[in-house]
């Protein structure tokens, strides 16, 4: 297992289009999250997922935004109707998730998009 | 909710010195974990060091350590030795027993040769 990869790695956009990123997170890592990320500052949480179910979506994710993760395995991040403001570094993570543990986080490169 | 600070955006230091980053955070948890990670330039995220908050003794990692002080509610780390290579943003990040996670705004942090 190479770790968490993202899938494209840049993606530029015209403004009005849909985009849709993948993650495949770490093979037994059942925790995996969403973070947005613009220049200069740190990780703002998404969303993220305890194997196939969605527990917590932040305030931050518009109704323009819709994640999934079927089967437990990989996760796609959709943004609709793309605005210039979505432009950002959109980071996924994985977390083998054990309870009262400390779950290091595992990154993926990110996946970088401008919106035109 | 929880808050995490870190109020240096930037730092400098020359090679083979030691340097010490700040953190502060915001909570209302009496257990939790505290992270440091770096993110070097065009480069995933990658765990410095972390803290468990009942644990009294600051945790070390070759030449990062942490200076943990709970009731004062901060989080600093220093880097001895400093190397080329860690040249980066280091982000602080908190993380309650639920697995949330919070980041601050990252400082970075040049190593000068």
């Known amino acids: 297992d190479t770790g968490v990869s993202q899938d494209p790695r840049h993606k530029i956009t015209k403004r009005g289009q849909n985009v849709t990123f993948r993650c495949d997170p770490i093979s037994e890592h059942n925790r995996l999250y969403w973070y947005r990320q613009t220049l200069g500052q740190g990780p703002e949480f998404l969303t993220y997922f305890q194997n196939e179910a969605q527990l917590e979506k932040s305030r931050l994710l518009s109704d323009r935004f819709s994640a999934e993760r079927p089967k437990g395995s990989f996760s796609t991040l959709e943004i609709q109707r793309t605005e210039q403001g979505d432009s950002a570094m959109y980071l996924c993570?994985?977390?083998?998730?054990?309870?009262?543990?400390?779950?290091?986080?595992?990154f993926g490169e990110g996946s970088r998009l401008t919106v035109l | 909710a929880q808050t995490v600070t870190q109020s240096q955006p930037e730092m400098s230091v020359q090679e083979a010195e030691t340097v010490t980053l700040s953190c502060t955070y915001d909570?209302?948890?009496?257990?939790?974990?505290l992270f440091w990670y770096k993110q070097p330039p065009s480069r995933q995220m990658i765990l410095v060091i972390r803290q468990e908050a009942y644990k009294q003794q600051n945790a070390t990692e070759n030449r990062f350590s942490v200076n943990f002080q709970k009731a004062a509610k901060s989080f600093s780390l220093k880097i001895s030795d400093s190397q080329l290579g860690d040249t980066a943003m280091y982000f602080c990040?908190?993380?309650?027993?639920?697995?949330?996670?919070?980041f601050g705004p990252g400082t970075r942090l040049s190593v000068l040769p």
């Open positions: 990040a908190f993380m309650d027993y639920g697995q949330n996670f919070v």
């Open positions: 909570t209302s948890e009496n257990n939790y974990y």
């Open positions: 993570a994985s977390s083998p998730g054990l309870a009262g543990a400390a779950g290091e986080l595992f």
